[in-house]
């Protein structure tokens, strides 16, 4: 008889592109061993996965959690977002450090967020470094950062307070990539939306339905099309997060055929919304950028996460106050660009995905939790494993939810979701081996969440 400190009876296991019935032995908060259903073993705990779908925890790319902006603060704190994640099926995220002032210490920023979030998260997190400028410091703390496991970055190439401009953004790839971490970058021409919105403030329309149109699609597809070549000539992979739409995904997809490695991320509000939402109730809600975009967009994004051309799905959680996001409705240019939504990201992603996309379980599971591993080297996440960590969520896939039932990440911040529907929720999730959610309801949830370094990649 072997024993664990946990067995999971009775499930079938979805991971790796396959589903069979197995059993699940962890150990020590890993996957200790994948067992022929019924086979002898013991555990200390034993949970009941009949008709369950055993799959790796859900990763989400992309959060701002306890998010500084204008002086303040976005309202949720790492425990709500991590109750909201968990609830959700979501066992990791990787969140941002935000950029500092000119000639700050970045690798001391990297270790204060990683310390700050640490203190009271129950999900285990990693962190993209956002660069904001090519400045000496900057440029020379780098190697450093990446060894201590920040190994991807974000850069923006628009945005007046934190854009880097085309030299910059060439001179930090370069360094990232000689010493094995990953650029990435929120792609979307500067001068190209600058230009957008002066006709918007001449013709005098900038409500928040006019928002969509400060954006066009072409700002997206020429900063993508730019920073794939830059990649390509230095021999780097490169992230785009959040692409919106097919521009994008066009976009991406011709730098892949000129050979440039690019992972692309999208983001559940592309998916589950198009752009009818700006003439709908409260549309000071999905300002969000890079815009929601058409019906026909989200259609062909849906099919990219199924094909594997979409790499990633994230959130962008950033749970504004309520009141700060709708306090300017009048003029786009005062709404805080953002919302929350760690909390609909995989149980958006598995009803719509199978029920209304084609999708089978596996392909949800690349598309919330496996690719993002790979892609975002988190080792030991993502993969079901003898030796991996032992984060599992248990699917019920006849739970029928409303949107409105998906708990927030504070009761002060508001929801793109309320109105939507769907079928399969996350009944028991671990995480490292410890239910922290059963029967859909938190267990006891000390700050037990890890922060996760990562490795660089091996350079040439
Ligand atoms: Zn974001």
């Known amino acids: 008889m072997t024993w664990f400190d946990t067995v999971i009876r009775g499930g079938t296991v979805v991971a790796g592109g396959h589903s069979a019935p197995m059993d699940v032995g962890i150990r020590a908060g890993r996957v200790a061993a994948l067992l022929a259903p019924g086979a002898p073993a013991a555990g200390q705990h034993e949970l009941d996965a009949t008709g369950l779908i055993v799959t790796p925890g859900g990763i989400d790319t992309h959060t701002h959690i306890d998010w500084p902006y204008d002086g303040t603060r976005t309202v949720d704190g790492a425990l709500g977002a991590s109750r909201a994640a968990l609830l959700g099926g979501t066992t990791t995220v990787v969140d941002f450090v935000p950029p500092g002032e000119p000639g700050y210490d970045l690798r001391r920023a990297c270790h204060d967020r990683a310390d700050h979030l640490g203190s009271t998260i129950a999900i285990d997190f990693a962190l993209h470094p956002i660069l904001p400028d090519a400045s000496r410091p900057v440029l020379d703390a780098l190697p450093d950062v990446i060894a201590d496991g920040f190994t991807s970055f974000k850069m923006y190439t628009t945005y007046q307070d934190r854009r880097v401009d085309d030299g910059a953004a060439w001179q930090l790839m370069n360094v990232i990539a000689r010493h094995g971490g990953l650029p990435g970058f929120h792609a979307e021409n500067h001068e190209l939306l600058a230009a957008t919105l002066h006709e918007q403030e001449t013709l005098g329309r900038l409500g928040a339905s006019d928002y969509p149109a400060s954006r066009p699609a072409l700002a997206e597809a020429e900063a993508i099309g730019m920073v794939a070549l830059y990649a390509r000539r230095i021999g780097t992979p490169v992230y785009i997060f959040h692409i919106s739409g097919h521009e994008a995904l066009a976009a991406v997809e011709a730098a892949r055929r000129a050979g440039s490695d690019v992972f692309a991320e999208t983001c559940t509000h592309y998916l589950v919304h198009d752009d009818s939402v700006f003439t ?147 009944r028991h999730v671990l995480l490292r081996g410890e239910q922290v959610v059963a029967d859909g309801e938190l267990t006891d949830l000390p700050a037990r969440g890890r922060f996760v370094a990562r490795h660089a990649r091996m350079t040439a």
Do not use: M, N
């Open 280 to 426: 709908g109730p409260d549309p000071w809600r999905y300002v969000i950028s890079p815009p929601i975009r058409g019906d026909q967009d989200r259609l062909a994004l849906w099919a990219a996460v199924r094909s594997g051309a979409v790499t990633t799905v994230g959130s962008d959680h950033c749970a504004y106050a309520t009141t700060s996001k709708s306090a300017r409705t009048d003029d786009h240019r005062h709404v805080p660009a953002g919302a929350p939504g760690i909390e609909a990201r995989t149980p958006f992603l598995w009803s719509e995905g199978i029920h209304r996309h084609g999708f089978t379980p596996a392909e949800v599971v690349s598309a919330s939790s496996e690719r993002a591993a790979r892609a975002l080297q988190l080792d030991g996440k993502g993969r079901i494993a003898v030796g991996a960590d032992a984060d599992l969520v248990l699917w019920d896939p006849d739970a029928r939810w409303a949107g409105s039932d998906l708990r927030r990440s504070s009761p002060d911040t508001f929801s793109l979701y309320d109105d939507g529907k769907g079928q399969g929720r996350p």
